[in-house]
């Protein structure tokens, strides 16, 4: 089943205790995309990926780093989490950039305390 | 630059009335918009797409949407409101790169 997978589904942590999400897609798509959902913010783009081994800032990088060795895989690593950064996360990805679906996870709420 | 608006936060329909979800996008060139529907607690589902094809675009579940360079627009509509149609819904555009997301509009049904 094509499908995009994330992991863990819930974590609640401390303030700056250093946490990785990670991504998988089985679809052999080159985009890749994380988003935080906040309550009447939508979903904003945290970082993305073109293709292996090429990483962008979205709009809202800041405490957030990514890593894209591999095609299928994406995690996104907080450093030192901070409570700012409770939210809900989401993984995406889609063939190529421009006109592409999306396919998203199923969600990861992180809650900092 | 980017930019999507979604011009309401929440509309209320009754079952069986159509629905009127309005999107207003700012692009410096022609930009691929979509719909995407979440579901209470749920992940995200794409309805539509528009990529510089047919203006008028159709979805799932009945649902279609207009694309209107003059006005820069792109609303979804329903004829007809089913309780199922109960969500929020996020208009989005996307570049080669980047994508854009709306703050959503929360859809409601009253039977």
């Known amino acids: 089943e094509a499908q995009v997978t994330q992991n863990p589904r819930y974590l609640i942590t401390v303030t700056g205790k250093k946490l990785t999400v990670t991504c998988s897609q089985n679809?052999?798509?080159?985009?890749m995309s994380w988003y935080r959902q906040d309550p009447g913010l939508g979903l904003r783009q945290i970082y993305y990926?073109?293709?292996?081994?090429?990483?962008d800032k979205g709009d809202v990088p800041e405490g957030y780093k990514v890593s894209r060795k591999e095609k299928r895989n994406f995690p996104l690593i907080l450093e030192s989490p901070s409570p700012n950064q409770t939210s809900l996360y989401f993984c995406?990805?889609?063939?190529?950039?421009?006109?592409?679906?999306?396919?998203f996870g199923p969600g990861t709420r992180l809650t900092v305390t | 630059a980017q930019s999507v608006t979604q011009l309401d936060s929440h509309v209320s329909v009754s079952e069986g009335t159509p629905v009127l979800l309005r999107c207003n996008y700012s692009?410096?060139?022609?930009?691929?918009l979509f719909w995407y529907v979440q579901h209470p607690n749920k992940g995200l589902q794409l309805l539509l797409k528009?990529?510089?094809?047919?203006?008028l675009v159709k979805g799932i579940n009945g649902f279609e949407a207009e694309f209107k360079k003059s006005e820069t627009s792109f609303h979804l509509t329903k004829p007809s409101a089913h309780m199922s149609d109960a969500a929020e819904y996020f208009c989005?555009?996307?570049?080669?790169?980047?994508?854009?997301f709306g703050s959503g509009t929360r859809l409601s049904i009253r039977p």
């Open positions: 528009y990529t510089s094809a047919a203006t």
């Open positions: 995406a990805s889609s063939l190529r950039g421009g006109g592409y679906e999306q396919y």
């Open positions: 990926s073109m293709n292996v081994e090429v990483t």
């Open positions: 679809m052999n798509h080159e985009y």
């Open positions: 989005v555009v996307r570049s080669a790169s980047k994508i854009i």
């Open positions: 692009s410096s060139y022609s930009p691929s």
